[in-house]
């Protein structure tokens, strides 16, 4: 949802530094429980994925990305972020989803932690 930084990871992955990727789901918004809103319009993206796949499968289509971390913890949350390699995303289609980084921070600040 935060995607400022997408620039600077590109270039440090065409330098030579690998680039993990940390908060794809951004701390769960980007899950079954999450925001419902932004949750449909990825599943559209990702043709009836779930979100949390959909999310992860946006994440691996950028080329500058040599790494996700996933946050599963539970088996049945491991399997449906596995499902991320099986999903293609429209990733143009999901460009409405990039928040302020303000207004993303500001939200996860808000968030609870599990």
């Not at 440090?12 to 932004?38: C, F, Q, S, W, Y």
């Not at 994440?59 to 390699?85: I, K, M, W, Y």
């Not at 303000?102 to 600040?109: G, T």
Request: negative net charge.
């Amino acid at each position: 949802l935060e995607v400022s930084a997408g620039p600077a990871l590109r270039r440090a992955h065409e330098a030579g530094m690998g680039v993990i990727i940390k908060e794809a789901l951004a701390n769960g918004r980007l899950t079954p429980r999450g925001d419902a809103a932004a949750n449909a319009r990825l599943v559209a993206a990702a043709d009836g994925a779930g979100p949390d796949a959909a999310a992860l499968a946006w994440v691996l289509a950028h080329d500058f990305v040599d790494c996700v971390l996933l946050g599963a913890t539970t088996r049945e949350q491991l399997a449906s972020n596995l499902g991320a390699l099986d999903v293609e995303v429209d990733v143009p289609a999901t460009a409405s989803l990039a928040e302020a980084p303000a207004d993303y921070w500001a939200a996860r600040a808000k968030l609870t932690w599990n």
